[in-house]
Structures are given as structure tokens and as C-alpha cells.
């Protein structure tokens, strides 16, 4: 049995099938994965991803310790609930995790870092803080819900006082309204508007129903996984990991290199790769033709050299097989793809695939 979230029973109760994520026992579906991942293009759905860890950093150098530990620079954040996406790095410039910072004050930020990466996020963050004036505090005792799709915020809103609703339906992407004890967040892993709400795990099934009475559907990490897919959106451990940086994994935008005084943990290892010559890029694949894509496929680009799969799928929305794929640089706007033994043809993109229910391609 893994750790469980305050929703787990409502989920059972649900019919929810549910399997091991991370350590957690977490919902796969409901049912048909393939209608869940619809229903958030086209209304509202929900995950429950309880699973992932709050992390409070506080104190008066709290600021310098994260322009320390992480590669993009929340010295850009100077409006409260302003929110950061970035990478936590090794000194050799592997990814450890990538993650969300929001900021709250100059001596108070909020992280939220992935479930399956946990333990070592939360032992690499505290040895990190011992050389600075910063208190570290793990959340437990919050609960995390999304609410995705065109008409998520809408149906959030009604549920909502009148005055956390209209903050709320003021905020800008990627900021967040504080209302006590509750943190709404415009942010989202599925290519969709959206709000992730932190709120106390006490009050977690009480608005999960009143969620579900409003017609926001459960749904489950299947889903939560094809769009995300669609969204051209990395998953740690599949798409990078401490084994690769973010020059090859789609991720340079999210890495400050400016100011050039700032020293955070593995810049003098991206120095030295940009400065040798990243080898590797990270495209989308879109399949000409029938089948599936895999994570770990062989992809083959004719007269340059091989790559990998990342992430691999068929997409509900598109109805055609799509895949991330670390490649050489020089790959062109054609490749091929070894599908059990057989090397499919496929188009080169760039990611997203999907974005708000609309194809990109």
C-alpha cells in the first residue's frame, strides 16, 4: 500500500482504478480515460494532485538562496502570488527537478515540486539552505486540486465567495490569490485555462463533491498525461532527468543566464556545454499514418545521426500518434521512427501540439 491522499477513499468510492504513482495510491481513471481527457478540452475536469509536495522557504535571505538554488532567477517575481517555472540543477548541470516557485514576499516563497521526486528534492533543498538564512518547511497538511478546461474557471468561481471568486477571475496566467488558508493558482499541466488550488487537506472532500455537484468531472493520471503530452509539456524522469540538462530537453527558456554575476548551482556546467555545443534537441513527432508512438522508441534522422522517444502517445484530440523526442541538432523537418522493427515515417514539430482545443500543428 503507498501513501494516500485526503481524497483516496472519495476516489474509491468513484469507481477510480486506481495504481501506484510515485509511492502514492493515485487514480488512473474513472473509467473511460479517453472521455476524461475530452471533457477537459471541451468543459471542466478535475485531478486530484494531492500528491505533490508544498515547500515554504522563509526568511530574510530567502531570496538569495533561491537565485542560489535554481536555474531561473525569481528576482524576476516582485508582485505577490506571482508564479516562476524552472529547473533545480546538480553542479554538473543535470535536472533534478523542475518546478514552480510563486512568491509571496521578499522573505517568503511557496515551492511546489514533483511527488515521484520528493525525498530528494526536500534532502537536496535543506542541504542547500544550511549555508543561508532560510527556514524550510514541508506542507503536509495541504491538499492540491486542478481544475482544467474552458469552462473551469467559470464553474470554480461560482463555488467561490464573491470577493476570492472575483480575485480569482481577475488573476493573469501563472499568478495566484490568497484567501486564508487557500491559494488559488491560474496555472495548469494540461494546455488549458485552469486553476491548481492548494487549500487544507480538511477541506479537500468537501469541495471535491461541491466540484463534482457544479459538473466538473474526476479525472484521472491517464488523462492527466495526454494532454499534458499534447501541451508539448515535459514529465520528469521521461523527458529529463539529473542525466541531462535543460539545453537538450526543451527547457533553455527557463534558465537565467543573465545577470552573468549570478552564481547558481550548475551554471558554470551550462557554460561549458553551450560553449562545447549542445549535441541534442528536443522536438515533437507527429506520425504520418497508423500507429502508436513510445516512450524509448528509436528515432532514426537519415544522414545525421539517431535519438530517442521521450514521451510517446496517440492523441485523443488529433487522432494521430505524437511523441517528444530528444534528437541531434541537425535533424531536419523529417525523421523516422522504429516501431517494432519497422521505421514509420514521421514530421518534425515544434511543441505544443495542442493548446486550448485548438491544434497547433
Request: net charge negative; charged share 25%; glycine share 12%.
Amino acid at each position: 500500500m503507498g501513501n494516500k491522499t485526503p481524497l483516496y477513499d472519495t476516489h474509491v468510492a468513484a469507481g477510480g482504478k486506481m495504481v501506484d504513482f510515485g509511492g502514492w495510491d493515485m487514480p488512473l481513471n474513472y473509467g473511460s480515460q479517453l472521455e476524461e481527457h475530452h471533457v477537459v478540452r471541451q468543459d471542466a475536469g478535475m485531478f486530484d494532485v494531492s500528491h505533490m509536495t508544498v515547500v515554504d522557504v522563509a526568511g530574510a535571505e530567502a531570496k538569495a538562496f533561491l537565485r542560489n538554488l535554481l536555474a531561473n532567477d525569481i528576482a524576476k517575481l516582485t508582485v505577490s502570488g506571482k508564479a516562476l517555472y524552472g529547473c533545480m540543477l546538480k553542479a554538473d548541470g543535470g535536472v533534478i527537478d523542475d518546478l514552480i516557485t510563486y512568491y509571496l514576499d521578499e522573505t517568503h516563497y511557496r515551492l511546489v515540486v514533483n511527488a515521484a521526486t520528493r525525498d530528494k528534492d526536500i534532502a537536496w533543498i535543506q542541504a542547500q539552505a544550511g549555508r543561508f538564512d532560510v527556514t524550510v518547511t514541508e506542507r503536509p497538511e495541504l491538499a492540491m486540486i486542478a481544475i482544467q478546461g474552458p469552462n473551469a474557471r467559470a464553474k470554480v468561481n461560482g463555488l467561490l465567495s464573491p470577493e476570492t471568486a472575483a480575485a480569482a477571475d481577475a488573476l493573469k496566467v501563472f499568478f495566484a490569490a490568497i484567501d486564508g488558508e487557500w491559494f488559488i493558482a491560474r496555472t495548469g499541466y494540461t494546455g488549458e485555462d485552469g486553476y491548481e488550488i492548494i487549500l487544507p487537506d480538511r477541506d479537500a472532500v468537501d469541495f471535491w463533491n461541491r466540484l463534482v455537484a457544479a459538473g466538473v468531472r474526476p479525472c484521472g493520471l491517464g488523462a492527466r498525461d495526454t494532454l499534458r503530452l499534447e501541451a508539448g509539456m515535459n514529465l520528469y524522469g521521461s523527458d529529463m532527468d539529473e542525466g541531462t540538462s535543460p539545453w537538450s530537453t526543451g527547457l533553455a527558456w527557463t534558465v537565467a543566464m543573465d545577470p552573468a554575476d549570478r552564481d547558481f548551482i550548475g551554471r558554470a556546467a551550462l557554460e561549458a556545454e553551450k560553449a562545447a555545443g549542445v549535441a541534442m534537441k528536443r522536438v515533437g513527432l507527429v506520425l504520418e499514418g497508423k500507429g502508436v508512438l513510445r516512450n524509448h522508441q528509436r528515432v532514426v534522422a537519415e544522414g545525421v545521426g539517431e535519438g530517442e522517444i521521450t514521451s510517446g502517445g496517440f492523441s485523443p484530440t488529433l487522432g494521430v500518434g505524437i511523441a517528444l523526442a530528444r534528437v541531434p541538432k541537425a535533424t531536419g523537418e523529417r525523421c523516422q521512427v522504429d516501431v517494432r522493427g519497422k521505421l514509420l515515417d514521421c514530421r518534425v514539430v515544434t511543441p505544443p501540439f495542442v493548446r486550448n482545443g485548438k491544434s497547433c500543428l
